[in-house]
Each structure stands twice: as structure tokens, then as C-alpha cells.
């Protein structure tokens, strides 16, 4: 080993002789002087932020009524002092209440102008506020400051209009330098500082060591492996005993020896001026060292590689910067095409009907299969059209994400139910659900067939027709004809839907029994044949059964092990109760008892997205978040996943009433599998156009093989944004987000690995072999 | 070939293969056979573009054999076990510049695999003997071109190697440095280590080398001692006084027309002739004394190293 370490110390020798080393350690310590005066000190919040302006109009609406009105009230008294300017917009916005639904942040700039007013509080017109005893006690003084005034006044402001300011905070820190405070706070809470600096700490890293960093030691160590392989240098090394990978190898990590320096300086200098002045010491932040050296140590392998083989410095470091910016564009396209293309054009979800199929992709909308397409040859053709407008196409998954929409297929009536979710908006009006149908006869053309009076998660048919919906709080029947709307009242609730109830209550019945709400997480399932319901409910497992009048009594329940307590997907077949956990393993209850009887495990480290069970109960699938099947068959016990097409590459499982299995995969194509026979019985293949073909068979398989050094920065923020493990309140969606996270950046970790494995090894050998 | 050889060389060859659309192969050397015995100095002549420079990467195992043999030590030519043995100084080597002279004997040292302990106990002595003594802790930046020969052949010679191969030693170093380099060599073959030498100085290598291999287009021409090169030859140099005709119509009557004179000031006449055998210069002499030609001095004449060089490669180019 010493050759080796005489090498490494060399390359120590010369990075410390070098004079820019000396130049970058002296910037990196004139900017830690720099930020070593900030601080971060909490203070009083005396400004109302956008977000805490629930609805300004509103407000504006209430003081202007308020104005023509003879009674105390604190609309009447802030109207009264408000200056003739400031009545003006506030009149504008009264005005524009009426017609316009409220947004966050309205007339903010007016509400605090108001704030520093000293005759805010008039005890009289306040006598009707619940005030508690400190802003009381505040409220009668006289003798405060500026900010503690006007902070007294934001806090009786939302005391008073509860439903329009809605306070985040009562205090916000404030950014010092050298003592002296800047003037606009910083809109987080002292228990947020800790967030804030860390999230500014990974911007600076990612600029200065992620960007600027790695950009200068390039150019600074390009030279090295060159010049270590020139004539004069290279012959006087290999008539050593030494051997030549290693030579290159140890030349290689001397070079990194200039980033370390100063990723190790700039990180513990950063460490300790966040540590000794904002009092966050956050030891993950020396972590980063080895993180970013490692984000070096790509580059630098292209470059150093580069300088064995031509040994000319120049033409390292343009290679190295074309290797860059190819990776940028790669991931930009690739990014790009998959967001506006690929994703929304992906199916999601597979309703089989009698005679055929329909599919729900994810920008929501849902299409028949058809032998002639507009574009000439047979593909998917959408139906059930959603002539509302809205967002942009690839924009509706976002905007939808939420929605809940998964339509379902009422044999009965040969049509199709879906429920649309809609939000609460205005003068505190709560969030609804609106049931959308779609008859086959009429093109299966859109329209809307009611507003449940609640919100409702899931919309489900049984064989006998009977169309349920299941809230957290509610089971209907939806019936569909009670009270025929006039076209005045179905205009009127397509418009205001969401912002003022039109419901049309006869059309729901309750069915659901006398029991308590449920909780978040929840799922829900139906078995169509009995008409059963499977409910998950914070880790309470219930099971539902109709009982006389068709209403739903709980026939089950049980409380899961705390342990245990982990939910996600529930299916219900006979006297089958599937549950999904987080660890990716499906228990399989008995219905009846709900007592565990079988515990699966489908996949090793993956989640499962989606799961159902075939009519009859004999086969169930699962889809992991990995895209993997997994098929088994409960009556003989046999897993039948190898024989599940496009393995990897699913995006959607149903059964059709055959109990044929059906699988979507390559974006839009769906083939029809038979469990028993394990051979493809039908197949719609929509084919890939021109940007799909580029997209799966040139730019994503660049992708999975290049090296994605960028997502190096993206493991910092998680290392220094994200907690160690989620809280014990932290919800399902968060915990797998976070599982998501992690496996996407070890992915990037491991791929990054394998591009600086690959490529020092063919250094190594092109260096072995080649004649000097 | 000797047991006592420490490089072995036998049907040596080598192919570079030039250009990236049009390959063409070079042929630079071209069945190369020799031997250098353990404790000689052993040169290496040749034009430029013999080969010469390739057979040393060679046997350091820089550059690979085509074909052929090349043992070092008796190890295949760049063996590790070799090269531990050996020390190398080459052709316009460069010295990392941010070293100085201690740090490059101690980069180097630890190549070779010695222990920083070691070294620092040497050096001092090591750079005395090559005359670097005071420089020592300055930058090899600041060194000349001698300087940075004579701290190369230092670290050739750290780690007391039992071959060491020196291409172009004394390259930009003054005569009397030579002189000093020389009596170093001289001094390290006394202790028993063989050196290759590969120098374009003839007259160095003629006061250097016991023995010497002489290249040309990739092949060696001879390989002979260098007393063996620069043994007497046939021809005679006179010292002659008296008349130049007497002198031409006396040579002309052993054989010897048009020979070489030239006058001096001091009057007499130095001629040079090509003889034959022992009768022959006898009859000479005869000649001169019958007429009265007075034979001041009378030597055979020696062949140089360069003649014979360029003889071997004239004769190699036709």
C-alpha cells in the first residue's frame, strides 16, 4: 500500500501548493464570515400573511353591512375608523364578494393598514368577542409599542372574524445582521426555524458545492490525471513497482482531495455558524461532505477517464461539461415527455363491462375501445367527457389528484356512475360529492344526477342495481328520482355546486347505522354479489351487511393489534376480508369473525397500490407501487404471478366477470389474461406514437443507465429537511411518501455508483493495456 | 546466453499501430537479441529512431512486446519483481514542480517502496553524491535542467537498485558534471550494480560503457566490448622529414599510391598510409631509409568509437 498512500499524499502535496486552493478556502471563509453576524430572532407577529386572509371580501362584505347598522360590533367600529381611501377598496371588495368566490390573501394590504390604528379596540363593540384573558388584559392597555399594538390588534381582528382571518401564528421570526433587525419578518413560527435553516442550509449547498463546487474543482483537478500520464511523468511512475489501475485509481482519488477540502471546510465552517448562531446543530449536515465528494467523484471520473486516454486537460473538461449539460437535457426531456405526455395518457383504472371495457387513465379520462380512432387506426376513444373545461390536460391529474374519481358500471341499468368531489368555497360553505352518470344508450354522455348532501369517498353497484355511496359518516342509497329538477335549479347547482347547496336530499337514503364517524385512513369495498361492506377505518376493520329495509347493519368489527394497526386497501368477496399494510403484506380475515386467518406476502419492500379479488374468490391480485402483479390462487394455493404479462410495467389490475384477470401496461395497452389457462385471451394495443417510442426506447433507458448525479442534491434535502422517522401522527400517505422517497434516492444512489464503477473500470483498463 | 546475465533479450520485437481511420503498423524494433552481463556498464548507440528508447520501455514493461523474449532478472520484462530492482531515469523525465528535492526522494522512495524513515536517513548523502546537497529543500520549480537530471539519477538511485537504466543521463548537464556523473557511475558499478546506458554521446559512452549494443532501424548491429570497437587498426601515421618527392616516389615503391601528407610549418610531413602485414611496414621503412628519409615518429593508428559506429549504421542505411 505505501506506493498507493505516497500517491494520495502527493495529490495532497499538490493541492495544498496549488495557489487557487488556498484562493477557494479563503472565499469559502470570507463567506462564512460573512453569514457568521445573521440570526434569527422571534419576535411579535404584527402582519397579516396571504394565507391567514381566509376570505378578505367577505370581511369586506360584513363591515359594509355592518356600516349601515345602528348596533355595537367590531365591523361597525373598524368601518368607522377605517380612512376614506382604505373604504373605498373596501366597498370594491363588498362589491366583488358578490360575484367572485373567496381567495386566500384579499384586500391583505388594507386589513393591515388597519392594525396600527390605536383606537382599533373599542370595548364596547368588542363586548361580544371571546377574547381570552391575555389579549383582554392587552386589549385595555395603552401604553404598548408599535409592534406589541399592532400584534394586539391582528389578534382581536381574528377574534372577531373567525371566518375570515384565520391566524397561523402569533409569532415569526426576524432576520438579524450585526444586531440590526431587517424590517420585514420572516412568516414562520419560532418551532419552524429549524425547517427554515435547514432548507436554506441545502439551497446554499446546492448552489455553492452542487453547482459552483463541483464546476471549479472540475477545472481545477482537470489537469491532474493528464499531466500524472504525460511521457516525461508516466515512465518514471510505471518503472515502479506499481500497478497501473491502482496508479490511476489513487491518482484519481488524490484528485478528489481538492473537493474535499473544501466541501469538508465550507460544511463544518456552515455547520457551526448554524449551529452557534441559530442554535440548530444538525450533524446530518457533515453527512453532506461524502454526499457531495461522491457528486464530485462522477464528474471527475469522466474528466480523469478523459485524461487517461487522450491526456490532454482541455478536452477533459469540455467532455466533462458536455457529459453535464447531456445529463440536463436527458432529464429535462425525459421529464418533460413524461409529464406532458406519458402520465397523462397512462391508464389508471380498468372497468370491465358485459361486452367489453372501459379504462380511466390519468388525466381522468375515460375511453372505449374502438377499431377506428379519429388518428385512423383502433385505440381508445374517450367517452364520458367532461365538458366542464378546466385545467390544462397535463395539469388534470394534479388539479385531480384528490378527486376520488373512479367510476363504476351498473350492469343493471347498462350505465356508468361516477363521483365527482366538490369543494367547499365561500362563506363556509363544506365540500360535497356530485354523482355523475353516463347511459350507454345516449354515447355514455355526461351528466350530473345529484349532490350528496355530504362528501362521499367511494360510489359502489351491487348485482341488484342498488347504487351506494360511502362517506365517513354516511351510507346512501342513491335512488336517482326523487325530485325532478327544473332547468333552472340543474343550471344553478352546475353553476354554485360546492358554493351553495342544491342537494337534491330525497334522492340519498341513508342506510348507514347508529354508529361513529369514521376516521382517517379509511377504505371501503363492496361485494357486489351480497352487497356487503368491508370498511378500514384507523385501524378498526368493520364488516357491513344489509339488513331490513335494505339499510346496512354492522355485523363485524374489530380493533387492530396497535402493533399491527396499518390499513390500506380493503376487499371484501364472501367470506373473504383482504387488507393491505404498509409493509407491503396482505392479511386475509374471515369475514364473519373478522379473525386473521392468512397473512401474504406479495412483495418484498413495495407497497400495494392496488388490489381486488375475482367474483368468484378464487383468484386475487395485487399491484405494487413497483408496477409488479401478484396473482394467487386462493383455492389451490399457487401463486401465479410468472404468468402476469409485462411484469414491471403495470399500471392497472381488474377481473372481469369471466374471472379473466385484466392488466394495463406500455402506457394504454390492456390484455385480458385467463388465470386457468394462463394464456392472453384478448389484447388492446393502442401501439406507440412517435414520442412514446422516444420515450421508452431511447430517453428513459438513458436514463435508468446514465448516472442522475442531480438527485445527490435531492438525498441532502432529504437528509436534512426530512425527520429521522415519521412521527406517530404523521399519516399513511406521508410514511409511504417518505418509503417512496427513499427508495427513489437509493435508486439514484446505487445508479450513480454503477455509471463511476463502469467507468473507472474501463479507465483501469484502457490504462492497463495501453503503451506509454 | 549467460546465467550471469541480468537482461536477456532474444528476438525482441515490437508494432505500433498508428492512425485512427488508416491503421498502419511501425515496426520499431525488429528481432532485437542481446545480453547484459550482471556488474557491466553496457551502452546503447544508435540515430534517432533506432529503437532504442522503445527497447528500454520494454523492458520496463511501459511499452508491451509484440513478440520475442525480454527477461530482466530473470522475470519477464516488466515484471514487478523487476522493476523493483531497477532504477530508470528517463528521457526528459519531469518531476512534479510543487516538489522539492527532499519530497521528490521521498515520492519516489515510497514507489519503490521504501519506508519515509529510510529515505530520510539517505537523502542528504544521496544528494551530496550528485551535487545537490544545498538544494535539498527548494522547489524542483527553481532546479535547471542539470540540476533536475542529477536529482533523477538520485532517485534512480535511492533505492539501491541492482539495475539501473539511464537514458540520456547527462542531457543538459555541463562537462564537469559529466565528469561527476561519470565518477558515479564508475563507482556504483564498483558496488556491483549493473548499468544500461542509453546515451547519443559516442565519446561518454566510449569513456563510460564496458560494453555496447549499436542500433539502427530497429535492429541491433553488433554487440560488442568497447575495447573490441577501438582495437588498432591497419593504418600508420609517419612523422616524415625530407623532400615530398622522395617521400611519394618511396611509398609509391611499396604499393602506396597517392597516400595522405600534410606539411607542418616545422618542415616535416605527416603521412598516412594503409598498410598490410608486418613485411609490409618493414618494406616501408626500407624504402624510406634508402633514400635518406629521416622517420621521426611512427604509430599505428586506433579506430574511434564513432567510426565505428558510423560505419555499422552507414552500412545499415546503404
Known amino acids: 500500500m505505501r506506493p498507493y498512500l505516497a500517491v494520495i499524499k502527493d495529490s495532497f502535496r499538490e493541492a495544498f501548493a496549488a495557489r487557487v486552493l488556498w484562493l477557494t478556502l479563503g472565499l469559502i471563509g470570507l463567506f462564512l464570515f460573512a453569514i457568521a453576524p445573521l440570526s434569527l430572532d422571534p419576535g411579535l407577529a404584527t402582519e397579516l400573511e396571504s394565507e391567514e386572509v381566509i376570505d378578505g371580501y367577505g370581511l369586506a362584505a360584513e363591515l359594509v353591512a355592518a356600516s349601515r347598522s345602528d348596533e355595537p360590533s367590531p365591523s361597525r367600529h373598524l368601518w368607522s375608523i377605517l380612512s376614506s381611501s382604505i373604504r373605498e377598496k373596501v366597498q370594491e371588495g363588498a362589491k366583488a364578494a358578490e360575484s367572485s368566490s373567496g381567495r386566500r390573501g384579499r384586500l391583505r394590504r388594507e386589513w393591515n393598514a388597519l392594525l396600527e390604528k390605536p383606537e382599533f379596540y373599542d370595548a364596547e363593540s368588542w363586548q361580544d368577542v371571546e377574547l381570552d384573558d391575555e389579549l383582554h388584559s392587552l386589549a385595555v392597555r395603552d401604553d404598548l409599542s408599535e409592534a406589541e399594538l399592532r400584534a394586539r390588534n391582528r389578534r382581536l381582528l381574528a377574534a372577531a372574524f373567525p371566518d375570515h382571518i384565520r391566524l397561523d401564528r402569533t409569532e415569526v421570526m426576524y432576520l438579524s445582521y450585526f444586531g440590526w433587525r431587517l424590517d420585514a419578518p420572516i412568516p414562520i413560527s419560532p418551532e419552524g426555524k429549524t425547517k427554515l435553516v435547514n432548507e436554506v442550509v441545502v439551497a446554499t449547498c446546492a448552489i455553492l458545492l452542487g453547482f459552483f463546487g463541483v464546476f471549479i474543482s472540475i477545472l481545477v483537478t482537470a489537469s491532474l490525471v493528464p499531466r500524472t500520464f504525460e511521457a516525461g511523468e508516466i515512465s518514471l511512475l510505471l518503472s515502479k513497482p506499481v500497478s497501473r489501475p491502482l496508479l490511476f485509481l489513487t491518482r484519481f482519488l488524490g484528485g478528489c482531495a481538492f473537493t474535499l477540502v473544501n466541501a469538508a471546510f465550507l460544511m463544518a465552517g456552515l455547520w457551526l455558524v448554524v449551529g452557534l448562531r441559530f442554535d440548530v446543530w444538525n450533524p446530518r449536515l457533515l453527512l453532506c461532505i461524502p454526499i457531495y465528494l461522491f457528486l464530485f467523484m462522477i464528474y471527475y471520473a469522466v474528466s480523469a477517464t478523459t485524461g487517461a486516454i487522450w491526456r490532454n486537460a482541455i478536452l477533459s473538461i469540455c467532455l466533462t461539461l458536455v457529459f453535464w449539460f447531456t445529463l440536463f437535457l436527458l432529464a429535462t426531456a425525459r421529464d418533460t415527455v413524461e409529464e406532458l405526455v406519458i402520465a397523462p395518457n397512462r391508464l389508471s383504472q380498468l372497468i370491465p363491462i358485459d361486452d367489453g371495457l372501459l379504462v380511466v387513465n390519468e388525466s381522468l379520462e375515460v375511453m372505449q375501445w374502438s377499431e377506428v380512432t379519429p388518428m385512423g387506426g383502433p385505440g381508445w376513444s374517450e367517452v364520458f367527457r367532461d365538458s366542464g373545461g378546466g385545467p390544462p390536460r397535463f395539469a388534470r391529474r394534479f388539479a385531480f389528484a384528490d378527486s376520488g374519481f373512479r367510476p363504476v358500471y351498473d350492469a343493471e341499468q347498462d350505465r356508468m356512475l361516477a363521483l365527482e368531489a366538490l369543494p367547499g368555497r365561500g362563506f363556509g360553505a363544506r365540500s360535497s360529492s356530485r354523482v355523475l352518470v353516463g347511459h350507454r344508450e345516449q354515447d355514455w354522455e355526461r351528466e350530473s344526477a345529484g349532490q350528496a348532501p355530504t362528501p362521499m369517498s367511494s360510489i359502489f353497484v351491487d348485482e341488484s342495481g342498488r347504487v351506494i355511496l360511502v362517506g365517513l359518516d354516511h351510507i346512501y342509497e342513491f335512488t336517482g328520482n326523487a325530485v325532478e329538477q327544473s332547468e333552472t335549479q340543474k343550471w344553478l347547482a352546475e353553476k354554485l355546486s360546492g358554493f351553495m347547496k342544491f342537494g337534491n336530499d330525497d334522492a340519498f337514503r341513508e342506510l348507514r347505522p347508529d354508529l361513529d364517524e369514521w376516521k382517517p385512513p379509511f377504505a371501503v369495498d363492496m361485494d357486489t354479489s351480497t352487497g356487503a361492506l368491508a370498511v378500514y377505518s384507523d385501524g378498526e376493520l368493520s364488516v357491513l351487511s344489509i339488513g331490513e329495509e335494505g339499510r346496512y347493519d354492522l355485523s363485524a368489527t374489530t380493533d387492530l393489534e396497535p402493533e399491527d394497526k396499518t390499513g390500506g386497501i380493503v376487499v371484501i368477496r364472501g367470506d373473504h376480508f383482504f387488507l393491505t399494510r404498509e409493509s407491503g403484506e396482505v392479511s386475509l380475515f374471515d369475514a364473519a369473525t373478522l379473525k386473521e386467518i392468512q397473512r401474504y406476502t406479495p412483495f418484498e419492500e413495495s407497497e400495494v397500490e392496488q388490489m381486488t379479488v375475482s367474483s368468484d374468490g378464487r383468484y386475487v391480485v395485487a399491484l405494487s407501487d413497483e408496477k409488479q402483479a401478484w396473482l394467487y390462487d386462493l383455492q389451490n394455493s399457487n401463486d401465479l404471478s410468472e404468468a402476469v404479462p409485462g411484469q414491471g410495467d403495470i399500471e392497472a389490475i381488474a377481473f372481469n366477470s369471466q374471472k379473466e384477470l385484466i392488466t394495463a401496461d406500455r402506457t394504454s395497452r390492456v390484455r385480458v389474461v385467463n388465470p386457468a389457462k394462463m394464456n392472453i385471451v384478448a389484447e388492446y394495443d393502442p401501439g406507440l406514437d412517435i414520442t412514446e417510442l422516444a420515450y421508452r426506447y431511447c430517453l428513459n433507458p438513458m436514463y435508468i443507465v446514465l448516472p442522475k448525479p442531480g438527485e445527490l442534491n435531492a438525498i441532502v434535502n432529504e437528509l436534512l429537511t426530512q425527520p429521522d422517522e415519521a412521527s406517530d401522527d404523521s399519516s399513511e400517505d406521508e410514511f409511504a411518501d417518505q418509503r417512496r422517497t427513499h427508495s427513489e434516492l437509493w435508486s439514484a444512489f446505487w445508479s450513480n455508483l454503477a455509471f463511476l464503477v463502469v467507468i473507472l473500470g474501463y479507465a483501469c483498463w484502457h490504462v492497463s493495456r495501453r503503451d506509454f | ?318
Open chain 2, 1 to 318: 546466453m549467460s546465467s550471469t546475465s541480468v537482461i536477456q533479450v532474444d528476438n525482441l520485437r515490437k508494432t505500433f499501430r498508428e492512425g485512427f481511420f488508416r491503421r498502419r503498423d511501425i515496426q520499431a524494433l525488429k528481432g532485437v537479441s542481446f545480453d547484459v552481463p550482471r556488474g557491466s556498464i553496457f551502452g546503447l548507440l544508435g540515430p534517432n529512431g533506432a529503437g532504442k528508447t522503445t527497447l528500454i520501455k520494454v523492458l520496463l514493461g511501459i511499452v508491451r512486446r509484440s513478440s520475442g523474449n525480454a527477461t530482466v532478472f530473470g522475470f519477464t520484462a516488466g515484471h514487478r519483481k523487476a522493476r523493483q530492482q531497477i532504477g530508470y531515469l528517463p528521457e526528459n523525465h519531469r518531476i512534479p514542480r510543487h516538489l522539492t528535492g527532499h519530497s521528490a526522494l521521498e515520492y519516489y522512495g515510497c514507489l519503490s517502496g521504501m519506508s519515509v524513515r529510510v529515505i530520510k536517513q539517505k537523502r542528504e548523502e544521496l544528494l551530496d553524491t550528485v551535487g545537490l546537497a544545498e538544494w535539498g529543500t527548494t522547489s524542483v520549480s527553481k532546479y535547471s535542467k542539470g540540476m533536475l537530471q542529477r536529482l533523477g539519477l538520485a532517485q534512480a538511485m535511492l533505492h539501491e537498485p541492482e539495475l539501473i537504466v539511464l537514458d540520456e543521463p547527462t542531457d543538459g548537464v555541463d562537462p564537469v558534471g559529466r565528469t561527476e556523473i561519470r565518477a558515479v557511475l564508475k563507482g556504483l558499478q564498483q558496488q556491483g550494480t549493473t548499468i544500461f546506458l542509453n546515451s547519443h554521446l559516442l565519446q561518454e559512452v566510449e569513456l563510460t560503457c564496458d560494453r555496447v549494443a549499436i542500433m539502427a532501424k530497429g535492429q541491433v548491429k553488433t554487440v560488442a566490448d568497447v575495447t573490441e570497437l577501438t582495437k588498432p587498426g591497419a593504418d600508420l601515421r609517419l612523422r616524415l622529414i625530407g623532400a615530398r618527392e622522395e617521400v611519394t616516389q618511396a611509398l609509391t615503391s611499396v604499393g602506396i599510391n597517392y597516400p595522405q601528407m600534410i606539411s607542418d610549418p616545422d618542415g616535416s610531413i605527416n603521412v598516412r598510409v594503409t598498410t598490410g602485414d608486418q613485411g609490409h611496414v618493414d618494406r616501408i621503412v626500407d624504402a624510406l631509409r634508402a633514400r635518406s628519409i629521416t622517420i621521426r615518429s611512427l604509430e599505428p593508428t586506433r579506430n574511434s568509437l564513432e567510426e565505428a559506429f558510423l560505419g555499422l549504421v552507414r552500412e545499415s542505411t546503404g
